[in-house]
């Protein structure tokens, strides 16, 4: 069941974005450095993560959620936050607020989960921004499918928006 719950989500993004999940800012933003820094992304499975989640909270990653925010809303990883969509030149600027205060040297995890993680349009984008700010332990978790498939589908823990 709470796989259909994110049926609807996705649907509308596929409308809104197409079939390849990329929109034109997306595309035009990435470089053949990031392609070549693309290809040593550290990755953590979804396994991984929810281990160090259950870490003492000094000791946990952050969680920064990249993504659109009617997904984020439908459902998340606890304790994520929204750091806006990271395709658009407003979700980079609300990414950067978001970590402005965070140590370089801290986990931080991005994740969005829109469609498969090498075709999702703000992943990417939201790493190339990291990086440059000069953050060291940047962590892309692997979604092969989407966040429905991949970790709700799997039984991992999630929550919706607080109103």
Excluded at 29 to 35: E, N, P, T
Excluded at 49 to 67: C, D, F, I, Q
Excluded at 122 to 144: C, D, H, I, S
Aim: hydrophobic content about 40%; aromatic content about 10%; some cysteine.
């Amino acid at each position: 069941m709470k796989v259909l719950r994110w049926l609807l989500p996705l649907f509308v993004f596929a409308l809104a974005f197409g079939a390849n999940g990329q929109t034109e800012t997306a595309k035009g933003s990435q470089s053949a450095k990031l392609a070549a820094e693309w290809n040593d992304a550290r990755q953590i499975s979804p396994a991984e993560l929810e281990k160090r989640l259950k870490r003492p909270k000094g000791a946990r990653p952050l969680v920064l959620y990249v993504g659109f925010e009617v997904l984020y809303d439908g459902g998340h990883i606890p304790g994520a936050i929204f750091a806006g969509p990271a395709s658009t030149t407003a979700g980079v600027a609300q990414l950067k607020q978001a970590v402005a205060k965070i140590p370089h040297d801290k986990e931080v995890v991005i994740y969005c989960g829109c469609c498969p993680w090498e075709k999702c349009p703000n992943v990417k984008p939201a790493y190339e921004a990291l990086r440059q700010m000069g953050f060291t332990r940047v962590v892309v978790l692997l979604l092969p499918q989407d966040f429905a498939h991949d970790w709700v589908g799997q039984g991992y823990p999630m929550e919706r928006k607080k109103s």
